[in-house]
Nanobody, 126 residues
Framework: QVQLVESGGGLVQAGGSLRLSCAAS????????MGWFRQAPEKEREFVAA????????YYTNPVKGRFTISRDNAKNTVNLQMNSLKPEDTALYYC???????????????????WGQGTQVTVSS
């Protein structure tokens, strides 16, 4: 079992920044990859970013490349998402998720992730 708790969401003006954090517990944190997803009202949950178990490999969806940065601290069991130059279209409920599958491949499909947090709301005003 893995427990995930997100924090750091809020209301920000367009062009602003937020830093999301996800605290993990229950299993050895360095043993699984981590991802961030988001879901806007009446839309499907979509991939945002992911990071490998060691942190050496990251992957982003195109709309956030150059603006968002995912990182992890395996000593503190946390994964972060630094979001800069925020846009109104970034408004969504953001989730962190754990992928326990073995191997180095970073996956982007929500159904392949094993554990999820409860989400943190990000609202970007224009």
């Amino acid at each position: 079992q893995v427990q995930l708790v997100e924090s750091g969401g809020g209301l920000v003006q367009a062009g602003g920044s937020l830093r999301l954090s996800c605290a993990a517990s229950g299993r050895t944190f360095s043993g699984y990859a981590m991802g961030w997803f988001r879901q806007a009202p009446e839309k499907e949950r979509e991939f945002v970013a992911a990071i490998s178990r060691s942190g050496s490999t990251t992957y982003y969806t195109n709309p956030v490349k150059g603006r968002f940065t995912i990182s992890r601290d395996n000593a503190k069991n946390t994964v972060n998402l630094q979001m800069n130059s925020l846009k109104p279209e970034d408004t969504a409920l953001y989730y962190c998720a754990a992928d326990l599958a073995p191997g180095p491949v970073i996956r982007t499909t929500p159904r392949t992730y094993d554990y999820w947090g409860q989400g943190t709301q990000v609202t970007v005003s224009s």
